[in-house]
């Protein structure tokens, strides 16, 4: 099972979006995260050859991030996935990745510190993370044999900046 893991694209400020009376869970992408956001999935399109499920957390950032994703790889299934809520309890997501089709390829969409706490499971099997994804940057994980603490390989993991620099080429 190989596993892209996706931090949102940059969104709405906290502090503004309290200000419009807007809830966290609502922010949206801005315009720049959207523009890095499209060039970043180029760069991860040139890089998997496809995607079967995109599974997103349900807060609007990561909706939008995902549909993103979505139009690079449109024979994917879309899945509002609730084990990647903020504040997720990090053996949700494995148990929610157990369920899936082993043989496949899954994108997960979500937010820090829970991504690379989840990446530090999967590669060492220990729960303090020693990356930080920045917004719209992405790693690809591959599970061999089952999805356990440890026991995930690291195929790479890149800035937006490195995906949007693969987008750009022919």
Same mark, same amino acid.
Request: hydrophobic share 45%; proline share 4%; net charge positive.
């Given at each position: 099972?190989?596993?892209?893991?996706?931090?949102? #694209?940059?969104?709405?400020?906290?502090?503004?979006?309290?200000?419009?009376?807007?809830?966290?869970?609502?922010?949206?992408? @801005?315009?720049?995260?959207?523009?890095?956001?499209?060039?970043? #999935?180029?760069?991860?399109?040139?890089?998997?050859?496809?995607?079967?499920?995109?599974?997103?957390?349900?807060?609007?950032?990561?909706?939008? @991030? =995902?549909?993103?994703? #979505?139009?690079?790889?449109?024979?994917?299934?879309?899945?509002?996935?609730?084990?990647?809520?903020?504040?997720?309890?990090?053996?949700?997501?494995?148990?929610?990745?157990?369920?899936?089709?082993?043989?496949? @390829?899954?994108?997960?969409? =979500?937010?820090?510190?829970?991504?690379?706490?989840?990446?530090?499971?999967?590669?060492? =099997?220990?729960?303090? =993370?020693?990356?930080?994804?920045?917004?719209?940057?992405?790693?690809?994980?591959?599970?061999?044999?089952?999805?356990?603490?440890?026991?995930?390989?690291?195929?790479?993991?890149? @800035?937006?900046?490195?995906?949007?620099?693969?987008?750009?080429?022919?």
């Amino acid at each position: 099972m190989k596993i892209l893991i996706l931090r949102h #694209a940059a969104a709405l400020d906290r502090e503004i979006a309290k200000q419009q009376h807007v809830r966290d869970a609502a922010r949206p992408l @801005t315009s720049a995260g959207k523009r890095k956001m499209r060039a970043a #999935a180029r760069g991860i399109e040139k890089l998997i050859d496809s995607i079967d499920v995109i599974a997103v957390s349900p807060l609007l950032r990561a909706t939008q @991030t =995902g549909d993103f994703l #979505a139009r690079r790889f449109p024979k994917s299934t879309r899945e509002e996935c609730s084990a990647l809520r903020p504040n997720f309890v990090i053996a949700s997501l494995p148990t929610w990745l157990r369920q899936q089709a082993f043989d496949s @390829t899954i994108t997960v969409v =979500g937010h820090e510190p829970e991504l690379s706490s989840f990446i530090s499971w999967a590669t060492s =099997g220990r729960l303090h =993370g020693y990356i930080k994804l920045k917004k719209s940057g992405a790693c690809l994980l591959e599970f061999s044999k089952r999805v356990a603490k440890g026991k995930a390989v690291m195929h790479w993991l890149l @800035t937006p900046e490195h995906l949007r620099v693969f987008g750009r080429q022919a």
